[in-house]
């Protein structure tokens, strides 16, 4: 069976998978939310789902590969998070997580979509860039750099729907 991602195998993300979620959170990120923080962007505002193979069907979040997480506000949503497993990472997985946020984003009313990227994450870049968003501001020394030392710069980009 191929390991190509199907577009509808997604489950909205609860407190429940939060623990489970924060294995693909850690892996991702070297400044990963704390598990108190992904939990307070669940409900409310907030929506996100997370992603299975098409090898089975999801059910629970430790088979996810992957999960986003968004925030909607009148008629602005705005990418809290996105990511993949490391291994999972490059077989199209992310375009189909960002393709759903972005439909989410709509469906909820949105205009305009806003994100912020770290200005060396060329790959996250190129997934939002192909998706017609444009950067509109840099935020200097915004993020505490993923080598440990010094910081880095966020770059804020937005796409008008
Ligand atoms: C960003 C991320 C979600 C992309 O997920 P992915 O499953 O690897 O992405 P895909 O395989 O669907 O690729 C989608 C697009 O991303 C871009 N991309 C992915 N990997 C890339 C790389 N190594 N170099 C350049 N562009 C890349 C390409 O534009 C690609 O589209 P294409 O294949 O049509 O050229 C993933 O790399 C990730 O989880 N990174 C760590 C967490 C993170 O940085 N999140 C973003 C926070 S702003």
Request: proline share 3%.
């Amino acid at each position: 069976m191929s390991n190509k991602p199907k577009d509808n195998n997604f489950i909205d993300i609860t407190p429940n998978d939060v623990k489970g979620l924060m294995v693909i959170e850690s892996a991702c990120h070297s400044h990963p939310w704390s598990e108190k923080t992904f939990t307070s962007c669940i409900g409310g505002r907030y929506f996100g789902e997370m992603l299975g193979t098409n090898q089975q069907q999801l059910v629970q979040a430790d088979t996810a590969v992957g999960f986003y997480i968004g925030e909607y506000v009148a008629g602005e949503a705005t990418l809290m998070d996105i990511c993949v497993l490391p291994n999972e990472q490059g077989k199209g997985f992310g375009k189909v997580l960002f393709n759903q946020f972005l439909a989410q984003a709509k469906k909820l009313g949105a205009t305009k979509v806003f994100l912020e990227v770290r200005a060396k994450n060329i790959a996250a870049q190129m997934l939002y860039m192909n998706a017609g968003f444009i950067e509109i501001d840099r935020r200097t020394g915004y993020y505490p750099s993923s080598s440990g030392f010094g910081y880095e710069d966020a770059i804020v980009m937005s796409l008008t729907c």
